[in-house]
């Protein structure tokens, strides 16, 4: 993983709505909690631009982070994140303790790759159909990968790739796989062709009752 990510956070006391508002509009801070492992559930908080700011970076969503919390490295994940609901910037953030020698499930992004030299758009004229954009992965927090590339070069007409087509690194497994669901992550099909306007003209003429 070619991404570090390091949150300088801050204890807080007070819990609630009204004291996390405060916290955001006097503070300009984020409240969060940091829970998981042996350790009890602790309430912190972040510095709002330092959070917008890695939060515009995709892998943060899908990389172990380390949280500095008054000087004591955690490792941990983003597990959720609420937004403010028109305005987009982050309200309330939860992060998950890591252990190195505990698996973790974890969404990913898929990135598809060679879309432009795909046979079945190149040659067939088709195009290219994604049925993903994120997949769940399980692995040891080590392994977890920023994002899984999808190779669409050999992909024909009509064909459809699923998740047991994906070559992934040792350690990782795919969790709707290992539940027997093979799930269609991209296709390559025809495009839907729509009829021009001298269609749409005469089908309504044959639709319209004839005059009296």
Not at 12 to 26: N, P, V
Not at 100 to 129: L, R, S
Not at 138 to 150: A, D, W
Not at 196 to 201: L, R
Request: hydrophobic share 40%.
């Amino acid at each position: 993983m070619s991404n570090e990510f390091s949150l300088k956070v801050e204890t807080r006391d007070a819990a609630g709505k009204g004291a996390s508002r405060r916290l955001r509009r006097l503070e300009s801070r984020v409240p969060a909690i940091v829970y998981g492992g042996k350790d009890e559930p602790q309430m912190v908080s972040l510095e709002f631009k330092e959070l917008v700011k890695a939060l515009e970076n995709e892998a943060f969503y899908s990389h172990i982070l380390t949280l500095d919390i008054a000087g004591k490295k955690q490792q941990a994940i983003l597990r959720d994140l609420q937004r403010h609901p028109s305005r987009g910037f982050p309200l309330h953030a939860d992060f998950q303790r890591v252990d190195a020698t505990h698996k973790i499930h974890m969404m990913v992004p898929v990135h598809f790759i060679n879309e432009d030299v795909c046979v079945g758009v190149k040659k067939g004229g088709g195009e290219i159909q994604h049925n993903a954009s994120e997949i769940e992965v399980s692995c040891l927090p080590k392994n977890l990968p920023e994002f899984i590339e999808v190779d669409m070069t050999n992909v024909d007409m009509d064909q459809v790739v699923h998740l047991s087509d994906l070559k992934l690194a040792k350690g990782i497994e795919l969790v709707q796989l290992s539940h027997e669901h093979d799930l269609p992550l991209a296709s390559v099909h025809k495009p839907k062709v729509r009829g021009g306007d001298d269609d749409d003209a005469a089908a309504a003429t044959e639709e319209a009752p004839a005059a009296e």
